[in-house]
């Protein structure tokens, strides 16, 4: 099984500015993921990370409030940009090594003032 | 809309006991599902899953049962124990990559 590390682990943040999370593998694997928890709801997943070129983005997320990087077959990072108090939440980055087993990094928890 | 279900927001169920925790799904194209648990501060971790060729699939003391007529499936518990305490989320696979989510259980195993 693949163990993912996330950075930050959890960050405080002023309305306006923007955090880039990063998520590192520890093997090499085919599709990487990002989701949002908020709280009491599920796992939404905001876009697949696609290694070399731009993520897909699932309805309601767009590039340029999360922006993703990929730049090859164990790192991925999420922005989240101009952070409203809204955008406060756990965001999880996720593998998935070619079987049906999908991977979670321990998230970022995420608080916007 | 949501695709994915699980109704009981919480459970509690004495250590020693049978934990049932139950999942709907609407999409009838779902092939594959899986159950995931997740403690405080963590991210979630891979439980057992179930293909939609199967009715049953058994990993110790977790089974999983799916019944595709009624579009529902459960994990068994047994026998709980206290560090089975978590939120547990079971999930579906539409199409050949995106896994949907419910909104989870959070299962109380009383000592």
């Known amino acids: 099984s693949a163990v993912i590390s996330q950075k930050p682990s959890r960050d405080i943040c002023q309305r306006g500015t923007s955090l880039t999370i990063q998520c590192q593998v520890d093997?090499?694997?085919?599709?990487m993921f990002w989701y949002r928890q908020q709280p009491g709801q599920s796992l939404t997943l905001i876009a697949t990370?696609?290694?070399?070129?731009?993520?897909?983005?699932e309805s309601g997320f767009v590039i340029d409030k999360f922006p993703i990087s990929r730049p090859n077959l164990t790192f991925s990072t999420l922005t989240v940009s101009n952070m409203s108090p809204e955008d406060s939440s756990i965001y999880l980055c996720?593998?998935?090594?070619?079987?049906?087993?999908?991977?979670f990094g321990p998230g970022t928890r995420l608080t916007v003032l | 809309d949501q695709q994915v279900k699980q109704n009981s927001p919480s459970l509690s169920v004495q250590e020693g006991r049978i934990s049932i925790l139950n999942c709907d799904y609407t999409?009838?194209?779902?092939?594959?599902f899986l159950w995931y648990k997740k403690y405080p501060a963590e991210g979630p971790t891979f439980l057992i899953s179930?293909?939609?060729?199967?009715d049953k699939n058994e990993d110790g003391r977790f089974t999983v049962f799916l019944n595709k007529s009624a579009k529902h499936l459960s994990l068994h518990i047994v026998p709980s124990q206290p560090g089975d305490s978590a939120v547990y989320f079971c999930?579906?696979?539409?199409?050949?990559?995106?896994?949907?989510f419910g909104t989870g259980t959070r299962l109380k195993v009383l000592a």
């Open positions: 990370a696609n290694q070399g070129s731009e993520a897909t983005y």
């Open positions: 996720s593998a998935r090594d070619g079987k049906n087993e999908q991977f």
């Open positions: 999930a579906a696979r539409s199409g050949t990559y995106k896994y949907i």
């Open positions: 179930i293909s939609s060729i199967k």
């Open positions: 093997s090499q694997v085919t599709m």
């Open positions: 999409n009838s194209m779902f092939d594959y």
